[in-house]
């Protein structure tokens, strides 16, 4: 285990309760969620502490803020309440957080990919020939997303420290069939929500000739800041398909408002959020809104679930959760606790303050990064889509995906992969590179994403307009400076 963290704040090291907490926040999850020995961070260049790495990197993964790593400290201290409790605490905060009644519940998971599994155990036996999932743009919503909404295990452990073979299906959950519509074109262009509904329905049409039931995943807020389907598309859909169909709301970059989710969750949808992106959490965390419907109507749980996931995850109601195990998951609790805590601080904020603090961050990407590097926005919906541009929700806009391709050091993707790397040993990191440029020569073209976290909204937002500016201006410039070609 790590015994030194490099990056920690200079006024929380040397502390052994710091260190406690930190080995406790990086326990129970998987692989990924492990720290390296010697720069205290994990795969993703996350830790679950406050650093002094400069951070926009919200649309992969959060560092803690102060204020949270703060507050769990004395949670600690005060003496954990036993899992169970927590859980159901934590569960009816997020409900009120977004506004949402006893109509739903809550399903916590170690991660977004995990949640998954919840999808699939809602609808299992649906279908007389199993599930149809239909996943929308994998490389903008998670590869390991892949296997577990195939029903299949995605790592060689899982948060309950059970040696699994990734492939492997999870026992219990059916026949899964799983078909991936992309949601750029292959120039790297958003797809418009109307092509991707025609995409959709033809894949409908394939479960139902088959006798699947269908799982179809609406993605609000991908990698890059896309919303597809629209409403009117997944209101049609539901019309024509009926209860063949459950809808699957891929929110997972917790870009979101409570007005949204309340309206996903009276179409039946099961909505996907994460704690360690947007809404500014440790990672890694994940819960699913269920209505109570899709609950009450679900098989019971499948036994290999019981490899996966405690008891308290999954809350009253659900049928089968007394074979999994009724034991604890500290570390889980605490990334949720924080995760939520930072919800709470930001549901507090008013949404022209809110909106105040992202057209100030984007005013700050337009001028140091695009107007004087050159490096273009990749728009979050269909190029001429002028009703899409003009209705995209502000919360969006806390996320940029910059095209850095004319760098001459990241021309191409893989080359923006080692400048985001490069950029995390100056003390910068934003979010990692996505595929959605497409070079001349047919190649992947580099990109980064700069993204606020709900935290940094919440700390702008005590700043003035003029000094906000100035913060912003200064904050950006660093990774401007950075990332500036010298003249020659």
């Not at 107007?371 to 929700?393: M, Q, S, T, W």
Request: charged fraction near 20%; charge should be negative; include cysteine.
């Amino acid at each position: 285990m790590v015994a030194n963290f490099p990056d920690l704040q200079p006024s929380y090291r040397g502390s052994d309760a710091v260190k406690s907490l930190i080995r406790s926040l990086s326990g129970g999850g998987d692989a990924r969620i492990t720290l390296d020995p010697e720069s205290g961070l994990n795969r993703y260049l996350a830790g679950p502490y406050p650093r002094e790495t400069l951070a926009f990197a919200s649309s992969t993964a959060n560092d803690m803020s102060a204020p949270a790593f703060d507050h769990l400290l004395a949670l600690r201290e005060a003496g954990m309440v036993p899992y169970s409790e927590h859980l159901a605490a934590l569960r009816q905060r997020v409900l009120c957080a977004y506004g949402v009644d006893a109509g739903a519940g809550v399903v916590f998971a170690p991660s977004g990919t995990d949640l998954e599994y919840v999808a699939l155990a809602a609808v299992a036996g649906r279908g007389q020939a199993g599930t149809h999932n239909i996943l929308l743009g994998a490389d903008e919503v998670g590869s390991g997303c892949i296997h577990s909404a195939s029903g299949r295990y995605f790592a060689r452990e899982t948060a309950l420290d059970r040696a699994v073979e990734p492939g492997e299906p999870v026992e219990g959950l059916g026949r899964v069939t799983l078909v991936d519509i992309p949601v750029r074109c292959q120039a790297g262009e958003a797809l418009s929500s109307r092509a991707i509904g025609v995409l959709i329905r033809s894949e409908l049409i394939v479960a139902a000739s088959q006798r699947q039931h269908a799982l179809l995943h609406v993605v609000h807020g991908s990698k890059t800041g896309l919303i597809l389907p629209k409403l009117r598309e997944i209101d049609a859909l539901r019309e024509e398909f009926g209860d063949r169909l459950t809808l699957v709301v891929d929110a997972c970059q917790a870009r979101i408002t409570g007005e949204a989710v309340r309206d996903y969750l009276a179409r039946g949808a099961i909505v996907f959020i994460t704690g360690s992106k947007f809404m500014g959490g440790p990672p890694f965390s994940g819960f699913a809104l269920v209505p109570n419907t899709v609950r009450d109507a679900a098989s019971p749980l499948p036994i290999g679930f019981a490899s996966i996931f405690r008891r308290a995850e999954w809350g009253e109601g659900w049928a089968g959760r007394d074979h999994l195990k009724d034991t604890s998951n500290p570390g889980l609790a605490l990334r949720l606790e924080a995760s939520i805590f930072e919800l709470e601080r930001f549901a507090r904020l008013d949404a022209p303050t809110v909106e105040r603090v992202i057209q100030a961050f984007q005013a700050a990407i337009g001028d140091l990064l695009v107007d004087r590097l050159g490096f273009p926005v990749v728009l979050p919906y269909a190029r001429g889509n002028l009703h899409d541009a003009k209705e995209h929700p502000i919360e969006m806009l806390s996320l940029a995906t910059l095209d850095i391709s004319r760098h001459p050091g990241a021309h191409t993707f893989e080359q923006a992969q080692a400048v985001y790397r490069s950029l995390d040993q100056l003390g910068l990191r934003l979010g990692q590179p996505v595929k959605c440029v497409r070079l001349p020569s047919r190649e992947w073209g580099g990109t980064l994403r700069v993204g606020l976290s709900m935290p940094q909204v919440t700390e702008f937002a005590t700043l003035p307009g003029d000094r906000l500016d100035r913060v912003l201006s200064d904050c950006i410039g660093r990774f401007a400076d950075a990332l500036a070609v010298p003249a020659v």
